[in-house]
């Protein structure tokens, strides 16, 4: 087991709470941007969070992760085909998918082979689409003191792979020309318990915390209190997305 199937295997249950919903337009333009709408597969599909939308647009819907605790901690895939795998060797026939889709999770296996594995899996003009959100934004005064918690005291204990999320994905190499994806975002309202558990399934809270047996966000909560008010209070949060979406043209047999 990886290291990266661990951590998030290791706060499933929080994931499936805290983890924020993507908007629904986006699911309506993957599928008006797909051949057909027979089968689609989430990879890395952690809590199902964009498995279920993908129903209301397919057939069928498959996914796939490499945590079976994740897997076991999505308690809403009624109707998806789950299966647990690793996403470079994927047991589905070639040729056998309208879309492939990677949410928040492609910068942990960017590799060619992966890439060689979509190409063979998705049918002929298939879409491939991959989406990553980073720091989310709320008003400057918290702001300033998440991108100090997740600059500074998180710095060194990010695993490799999240600087491509900083970089919304520019910086991974595919093997097909880019497609254009409009200007999505996340927004919610969100009040401070909200928030904290969100902060706590952070693989990089959870190295820290292991390195140093506390809790990292004991000590950030103190500012964040500060800087929110009364934690019931609801507040407006934004997470814009970075993609990276395109055509792979399956390999010449």
């Known amino acids: 087991m990886s ?11 929080a994931y499936a709470s805290f983890r924020p919903q993507y908007p629904q337009a986006l699911f309506a333009w993957l599928a008006s941007n797909s051949p057909g709408n027979q089968c689609a597969l989430d990879i890395a599909c952690g809590n199902g969070q964009a498995s279920r939308p993908l129903l209301g647009y397919f057939q069928q819907v498959l996914a796939c992760d490499g945590s079976p605790e994740q897997l076991l901690a999505a308690t809403d895939l009624a109707g998806v085909g789950v299966f647990a795998a690793d996403a470079q060797a994927l047991p589905l026939a070639d040729a056998s998918l309208d879309l492939i889709v ?5 910068h942990w296996f960017a590799t060619p082979s992966f890439f060689a594995e979509t190409a063979r899996l998705l049918k002929p003009d298939g879409l491939f689409c991959a989406w990553c959100y980073s720091l989310l934004q709320i008003d400057a005064e918290l702001d300033a003191v998440l991108h100090d918690f997740y600059w500074n005291t998180l710095g060194g204990y990010w695993p490799q792979g999240r600087a491509s999320v900083d970089a919304g994905y520019s910086d991974i190499q595919a093997p097909f020309a880019r497609l254009a994806v409009p200007a999505f975002a996340i927004e919610l309202e969100w009040d401070l318990p909200q928030l904290f558990g969100y902060l706590s399934t952070w693989s ?7 390195a140093s047996g506390r809790d990292p966000l004991l000590d950030l909560l103190p500012n964040l209190e500060k800087a929110w008010g009364t934690p019931q209070r609801r507040r407006f949060v934004r997470w814009p997305l970075h993609f990276l979406a395109g055509q792979p043209a399956r390999p010449h047999q």
């Open 3 to 13: 290291e990266i199937t661990r951590l998030f295997g290791n706060r499933a249950r």
């Open 102 to 106: 990677v949410a928040q999770a492609l």
């Open 204 to 210: 990089a809270v959870q190295k820290l915390e292991q």
